[in-house]
């Protein structure tokens, strides 16, 4: 069992193939604002409204010094289509091993009528330029999530 990543932990270590064809490294972001959130899978719904709310709010959060990660466990090639079909303006990872979902806690037992499987749980991790959690929202719903984030981006 992983241990849980809470506030006030340092976040775990990535690289992570990108969109683009980029790898993203948590270690080469030090000294940044990073929003890490993690979703289950691209062009569902819910998925594609949070990568808009994101999106949306992409120049607060640059202007507030933030840069913006999504992970999924879709393959890089998938990102590019989804981030392309959308005009998305934040960054994406895939986690295909799933091995940063496990180290994040998010890779979660789920239920839907009656049937468990595993999945990403949606959550999103608020992390400093020391590598610090300063905020974790786990479970999360989509509606307002992107502004709730911005916000405590915001009051750092």
């Keep these: 069992m992983v241990s849980e990543v809470s506030e006030g932990t340092q976040a775990p270590e ?7 064809g980029e790898s993203i490294r948590l270690s080469e972001l030090r000294g940044k604002t990073v929003v890490l ?5 691209d062009d569902t719904s ?3 409204k ?24 879709d393959p890089a090639t998938r990102h590019d289509k989804f981030k392309a ?3 998305l303006a934040v960054r994406l990872a895939s ?34 330029g020391t590598g610090t959690v300063r905020k ?3 479970k999360v719903r989509v509606a307002g999530h992107a502004k709730e984030v911005l916000a ?3 009051a750092l």
């Design 14 to 20: 990535f690289d992570l193939p990108g969109d683009g």
């Design 37 to 41: 959130y993690f979703y289950p899978k």
């Design 46 to 48: 819910g998925c594609t």
């Design 50 to 73: 949070e990568a808009i709310e994101f999106t949306d709010l992409a120049a607060d959060f640059k202007k507030a010094g933030a840069i913006v990660i999504g992970v999924s466990p």
């Design 85 to 87: 079909k959308y005009d």
């Design 95 to 128: 986690d295909e091993d799933k091995s940063t979902l496990q180290a994040y806690g998010v890779w979660t037992e789920k239920s839907m009528y009656g049937r468990t499987y595993m999945g990403v749980e949606r959550s999103t991790f608020l992390i400093d």
């Design 136 to 138: 974790v929202w786990r």
């Design 152 to 154: 405590a981006v915001q």
